[in-house]
């Protein structure tokens, strides 16, 4: 995921240098971005899952 177009969400890519920092995918969602933080989580989830296919 690179990025998104959803301006409600915009938030939710806080989520992704914790993702990178942590190299873990069991990081806690970013505050009124829950949503958003979930869904960036689980794209990366499935691109790496597709990665390794």
């Known amino acids: 995921l690179i990025e998104h177009f959803n301006g409600l969400g915009k938030e939710g890519e806080k989520v992704i240098p914790i993702i990178l920092e942590e190299q873990?995918?069991?990081?806690?969602?970013?505050?009124?971005?829950?949503?958003?933080?979930?869904?960036?989580?689980?794209?990366?989830?499935?691109?790496?899952?597709?990665?390794?296919?």
């Open 24 to 53: 873990s995918l069991k990081v806690d969602v970013i505050s009124g971005a829950t949503t958003s933080s979930m869904a960036i989580i689980k794209s990366v989830e499935t691109s790496l899952e597709e990665r390794n296919e």
